[in-house]
């Protein structure tokens, strides 16, 4: 393309997440057509340039493809019970800025995505929630009050961490009748909702607040519940 990295964020900026998601299929499939290794990275550069420097895109989770950045971080797999489906690396991905979008999130922002067996989550709510049991998602928000620590070398708001069990998750998914996918589109939406600071323990109508903006996003992503 011979746009400027400019223009082409100002075209993204105008455009919802779904199309920009189509936008990145076909400039992947565009860059694997092309012929030469020099032509593919050109080709793509000025996109993925573009897209990352939108501020709601530029998260942890971004990468998903042989042409991004080297420090650009992935969901952890610590658990090897499961075998993760292809595309679930950008399904996160897409939760989490699904997320920030919706909440008019403008500043960069990270977030560490961990997925688990129900082993490790059980020794992680023991530990930090007193809670001797496993769990579907753990939420650890690092901002308080909308005050989040910057990555002084990023210029990233530091969101927090998730930690999702797999094995949890597939059940769940069997229980619910839905995909796998929906599962954990649903965990991750839920958990980024705990680290922009809201919650549902008291129950009412602050939880069915968190429920609607959580179906919401989830059904802007395709994956409305059954």
Known sequence: PNETVESVQKMLLKMDLPYIDSLYKAQVKNV???????NRHSAFAQYIVAIKSL???NTKTWADS???????????YEQKEVKIPTGVKMLVRRCCNAVLLYEGFKEAAEVSVTFVDDERIHSL????RDVDSSTDVLSFPLGENGVYDKNHETGALL????????????????????SL????????VHSMLHLLGYDHVNGGIEAVHMREKEEHVLTELGLKRN
């Open 32 to 38: 694997a057509d092309a012929s030469s290794e020099k």
């Open 55 to 57: 501020p709601q895109y």
């Open 66 to 76: 042989e042409f991004a950045p080297d420090d650009d971080m992935n969901p952890d």
């Open 125 to 128: 709510n023991k530990e930090y």
């Open 159 to 178: 969101l927090g961490d998730i930690v999702i069990s797999v094995p949890t998750a597939v059940r769940q998914a069997e229980t619910y009748g839905h």
């Open 181 to 188: 996918q929906r599962e954990i589109g649903f965990l991750t």
